[in-house]
Structures are given as C-alpha cells and as structure tokens.
C-alpha cells in the first residue's frame, strides 16, 4: 500500500512537472496571427464570411508592412497585415491587445496612410486608342480600403453594445440615412464579448473563427464542428506547433512572451483600479472601516506601507499610526 501511495505521488509529481504539451499557437499572438493571416487561402476565407463584398475575394498580393510617410518627416504606418485584392481593394488586418488613448484616431490614420499610397508619383501616363502615350494629372480615384480590428479587450462599452460582437463602420450621410461612400469600411471585433463554449457554436463560419482565435492554444485537436470544414481544418493544420523549424519556434516563443508581459501589465493596472476604487470608497467612509482596510491590505502584503500612502493619500506616518492600531 505505502509503495502504491509512493508511486501515486510521483505520478502526480510528473503531471505538475510535465503538463500536457501545447498543440497549437495562440493566434493573439504576434507571431501566430502573422502565420495564420499570411496564410492566403485562410485570409480569404475570413474576410469574404466576414464581409458582404460586391464581389468576393479571389487572391491577394501582400503589401510592405511598413508604409513609409509621403515625406521624411511625416510618420510612417506600421501594419500587422497589409493586402491587395486582384479587383484593387485595400485590407488592413489588425489584432489589437491592449486599450490604448486615441486608438479609434489611430485606426483613421492607417487607413488614410492606405488611402494616400494609392496616389500616383507625378503624372499618369496612358496609352490612347490610336496608341499613342498620353500624360494626364490624377483624377482622385481611389480603391476603397478596409480595416478590420481584432481586439482582446472591450471598446464599446454602452449598455446598447453589449451584446454587439462584430462592428461595422461606415461613412453615412446623416440626415438622408444614406451611405456617403463605400470607400472606407471598417470591421471591429471584441473578442471578451465572445463567450460561447465550444458546445454551443453552431455551423456559423464566424462563430468558429471567433472561438479559435481565442481557444486556439488551449484546443489539443481540431474540434468536430471546425474538421467539417476544409479552410477550418487548414486553420488548425495551420497553427500547429510541431510544423515550426527551431528557429520558428523561438521567434514564437518570444511572441508568447510579449504577449503575456502585455496581459499581466493588463491585468495588474485594472486590478490597481479596483483597489484604488475600493480604498476611496473606504476613506469617504467611516474611520474604522478605512483602519481595516488598511491593515488587510498591509498584513498580506498586497501592498508596502508607502503604496498605501500613495494609494490613500495619507502619510506613511498616518499609515504606521494606523497600521498599529489595535
């Protein structure tokens, strides 16, 4: 029996130490998104289950990431993914993590950058029907440019947004409640607001989209309602860890890690915002409840004396006080 409980023991002792390993990438990623939107067959397919296009997407040519200014001192757009479609629309593939200030205005600036790019280095030369070469200025004419946004965090939060997973953004004429121009579109996903389990998706393209950009590096194989599905089934073939080279690996490897150093800085400013939330409702209330709070948090080390000083306001001496308070 002692012998049986042993190797119990150490059989527990592996599993800790030898967890299951990852099958998949997580797309959220760097890396993975690159790998799995590089993929022109899974672009493709994402984008026309997405979108109700005048025509659906048939091939792609990927642009430079890297979209230099019209001049040296104007600031350059630095893309996730960046294509053109053989009919001349412009896609722009963002997968967000974190919130940023003045991120909508960020998201203008790359599709304007998408839409000045088009325009033609002096004048445009043409060939006539007699075939003779023709020099014209620009007319203007542009090719109309999509951003879609992936994020990991909420951007809408008003009560009527709730529930709004995917967003799409269009230029209106407000009064006439008539689109202005098909030109710019743009398509946001909050991907929190996604919370089905994988027993709940139905046959919904978008839905298994949705679930495996955010399950993906949990899944140990390709679920049955993705494996029914070709480009589904490549998505995942796609993803898989064990097609990468050593190098591959540690360049992904390093991704993981700029994305969970951006999650825990996540993770640790809301949490402050809630301690912050709760230590000012505590001193706006009475005296004993805000002395309690502050001894919880300084006998389990949540916080030193001096965070909670800054924290409440207080002197590090009130805090002390406080702190020794019976």
């Known amino acids: 029996m002692a012998q049986k409980n042993n190797r119990n023991k150490k059989e527990d002792k592996e599993e800790k130490e030898f967890p299951t390993p990852q099958i998949f990438m997580n797309i ?6 690159k790998t799995v939107f590089g993929n022109k067959v899974l672009l493709i397919a994402f984008v026309n289950a997405l979108l109700i296009l005048p025509e659906p997407i048939e091939d792609v040519e990927y642009l430079p990431l890297e979209q230099l200014g019209h001049s040296e001192k104007t600031r350059k757009a630095i893309y996730d993914v960046y294509v053109k479609t053989t009919n001349g629309q412009h896609f722009i593939i963002e997968m967000q993590i974190v919130e940023q200030s003045y991120f909508i205005d960020r998201m203008l600036f790359y599709a304007s950058h998408s839409t000045i ?18 020099k014209k200025k ?8 999509y951003m879609i946004t992936i994020l990991d965090f909420v951007m809408f939060k008003e009560d009527i947004a709730k529930d ?18 098909e030109k710019y579109q743009s398509v946001i ?10 027993e709940e998706l139905s046959d919904n393209v978008i839905e298994i989209w949705l679930y ?6 949990e899944m140990t194989s390709c679920p049955e309602v993705a494996a029914k599905d070709a480009v589904l089934k490549e998505l995942y073939e796609t993803a898989r860890l064990n097609k990468l080279t ?8 390093k991704s993981v890690l700029e994305y969970d150093d951006v999650r825990s800085a996540m993770d640790c400013a809301e949490e402050r915002g809630r301690v912050e939330g ?4 505590r001193v706006e209330g009475r005296i004993e409840e805000r002395n309690k709070f502050v001894n919880y948090l300084y006998n389990h080390k949540i916080m030193s004396l001096k965070q909670i000083a800054e924290f409440t306001g207080l002197t590090e001496k009130e805090v002390f006080e406080i702190i020794d308070t019976p």
């Open 28 to 33: 959220k990623t760097d890396y993975g998104f």
């Open 117 to 134: 790019s088009q325009a033609p280095k002096g004048k445009i030369t043409i060939t006539d029907a007699q075939g003779k070469t023709v």
């Open 138 to 145: 620009w007319n203007y004419k542009i090719d109309g440019v």
């Open 164 to 181: 709004i997973i995917i967003e799409y953004v269009e230029m209106v004429r407000r009064i006439a409640k008539l689109v202005f121009t």
């Open 189 to 198: 996903i909050e991907l929190p607001k996604f919370t089905k389990t994988l």
């Open 212 to 217: 495996s950009i955010i399950h993906m590096e």
């Open 246 to 253: 050593k190098e591959d690996m540690e360049t992904y490897r």
């Open 278 to 281: 709760r230590i000012e409702g």
